[in-house]
């Protein structure tokens, strides 16, 4: 059971109970290269693998805001409840063999899919658990007046972030590049939240604009629903479940010990999912040749002891992004830390595509899969650049559908 929170960076520690362990108690504006991370006390809940088909309710025994929600006097059965209305509609995705990716790469292939996931994509899993943990402290009393929730992202996870806090009437601001594409600023806002277009302030100005605007309303009280685990921890949480989920589903079948390709952009997807997925499975990291700071920063990190000390030196802006798969195209992995120790825990490596095998991989999962966007297909450019270069094994692997094509 999730007993509290502990910095991978200055190791400060927090106990479940509290509310809004949002971010390390260290960090600031001037020091935000901190990371919290839920520690497990080992002790199995009996509840685990709760014979149900929703994933927050099957798993809650291992999952954060459920230890969160007992700490502070909930019963079972009330934060069955509140999964219930919360996360309601969220349901195992399949995970099944791909006909079309196995007959490619000559090897069992098995994609997790989640294209048909709440909001198309893997992202509401993050959101839903931030959401869980402020049903908690409302129903417990100490949450008493909804502050507006905050994003920045003009993709999968802004539209996730609609549909999770629409479904609570809870207000959210999402802040949004100039570039934004106008169709999806309208499917947007037909969930009724605020669009926050921002501008860079000038021609030398670093940084995402949309990003600082997103800082700079936490810093007014906003909260962070973001899907990037130094800006709220409790994305990581039930973002866990994908992993949770494929592991169960292989457990009994050929790739029950298959490596698993996952597309990294600011990597909260990959590090959730190899925390989730436990160590028997090897996780092989994917970014375009286009945006790969994290197979930059690996290397770097290789050759420093205790790496999470030396963030801003080993986690570099990539400069001027670029790849069909755009919504991988983060400057930052902002989740680097936490895939860098799931890569030391489980085994794995990194993997930069050619933006060759990145459309490669678009038109071949689209060719006899679920339809799914170049994002969402990305992890497959790493199975296909393996199988060129003679790197694949005989065995099973999987890989990770995790977005609908718009
Ligand atoms: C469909 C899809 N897949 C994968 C990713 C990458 O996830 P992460 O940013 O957590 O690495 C994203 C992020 O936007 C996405 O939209
Ligand atoms: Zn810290």
Redesign the pocket.
């Known amino acids: 059971m999730i007993v509290g929170l502990r910095c991978a960076v200055c190791f400060a520690e927090v106990d479940i109970g509290q509310p809004f362990t949002w971010t390390c108690p260290r960090a600031s504006t001037n020091d935000p290269h901190h990371l919290l991370q839920f520690v497990d006390d080992d002790v199995d809940t009996v509840l685990d693998l709760a014979d149900d088909p929703n994933p927050f309710v099957r798993y809650r025994g291992r999952s954060a805001w459920w230890a969160f929600a007992r700490a502070r006097g909930l019963s079972d059965e009330q934060s069955v409840h509140l999964a219930r209305s919360i996360a309601g509609e969220f349901e195992i995705t399949p995970c099944e063999i791909h006909d079309g990716l196995s007959a490619a790469a000559g090897i069992t292939v098995f994609a997790k899919n ?1 294209t048909c996931g709440v909001g ?4 509401a899993r ?1 959101l839903a658990g931030i959401m869980l943990h402020l049903a908690v402290a409302e129903q417990v009393g100490v949450l008493t007046k909804r502050a507006p929730l905050a994003i920045s ?1 003009c ?3 802004a539209l996730a972030a609609a549909v999770v806090a629409s479904g609570q009437s809870w207000p959210l601001d999402v802040f949004v590049p100039t570039w934004m594409d106008a169709a999806f600023g309208d499917a947007l806002r037909d969930f009724g939240v605020g669009i926050h277009r921002c501008e860079r302030a000038g021609d030398g100005d670093a940084g995402d604009p949309a990003m600082a605007a997103f800082t700079a309303a936490v810093a007014n009280g906003a909260i962070p629903f973001s ?2 685990g130094p800006a709220n921890a409790w994305c990581l949480d039930t ?1 866990r479940s994908i992993g949770w989920e494929i592991e169960e589903q292989l457990a009994t079948t050929e790739a029950a010990l298959a490596p698993i390709y ?11 999912l190899g925390r989730g997925v436990g160590p028997t499975h090897e996780i092989r990291v994917v970014q375009a040749e286009g945006c790969a700071p994290l197979d930059r920063a690996l290397h770097s990190a290789e050759r420093l002891v205790d790496p999470g000390r030396h963030w801003s030196q080993i986690m570099r802006p990539w400069d001027n992004p670029h790849s069909l798969a755009d ?2 195209l ?1 400057d930052e ?3 680097w830390l936490g895939i860098y120790e799931v890569m030391k825990l489980n085994g794995g490596r990194s993997i930069v595509a050619s933006e060759a095998d990145i459309e490669r991989a678009y038109d071949l999962v689209n060719a006899t899969g679920p339809a799914t ?1 170049a ?2 297909a ?2 497959v450019a790493g199975l296909l650049s393996d199988s060129d270069a003679g790197r694949l094994e005989s065995g099973p692997v999987v890989v ?1 559908l ?3 094509a718009r």
């Open positions: 989640e198309g994509s893997h992202k993050h992202s993709g999968n996870a899907v990037q973002g996952v597309q990294v952009g600011g990597g909260a997807l990959a590090s959730s919504g991988i983060d992995t902002y989740d966007s994002t969402g990305a992890g990770v995790s977005g609908v």
